[in-house]
């Protein structure tokens, strides 16, 4: 049975850091990119970083470029998201995603929090 499942999210002050984590079960981890994804309530969901097969090229929306990092741990099947000098606007739902071809997957989603 394929599984995204993450961890790590929560409450952080303006300024701080978290990071998420995003096991996999169930599928080649390796052989599929991945990415963060976040929404807001009433919102789209947003792209916020990629990283390719490998981890050969990662890709960033702008306004987190410099504060977030992707990384991933193919022995360990999963996929980081290191998030630093936090801001209000990054809260939302952040989901995992892998990809390869037509195959999809998510995650159930992560809940930040940023507020004083």
């Known amino acids: 049975q394929v599984q995204l499942v993450e961890s790590g999210g929560g409450l952080v002050p303006p300024g701080g850091s978290l990071r998420l984590s995003c096991a996999a079960f169930?599928?080649?981890?390796?052989?599929?990119?991945m990415g963060w994804y976040r929404q807001v309530p009433g919102k789209e969901r947003e792209l916020v970083a990629t990283?390719?097969?490998?981890?050969?090229?990662?890709t960033y929306t702008e306004s987190v470029k410099g504060r977030f990092t992707i990384s991933r741990d193919d022995a360990k099947n999963t996929v980081y998201l290191q998030m630093s000098s936090l801001k209000p606007g990054d809260t939302a739902i952040y989901y995992c995603?892998?990809?390869?071809?037509?195959?999809?997957?998510w995650g159930q989603g992560s809940q930040v929090t940023v507020s004083s």
């Open positions: 169930g599928f080649t981890f390796s052989n599929h990119a």
């Open positions: 990283i390719s097969v490998y981890g050969r090229f990662t």
């Open positions: 995603n892998a990809k390869r071809g037509i195959d999809v997957y």
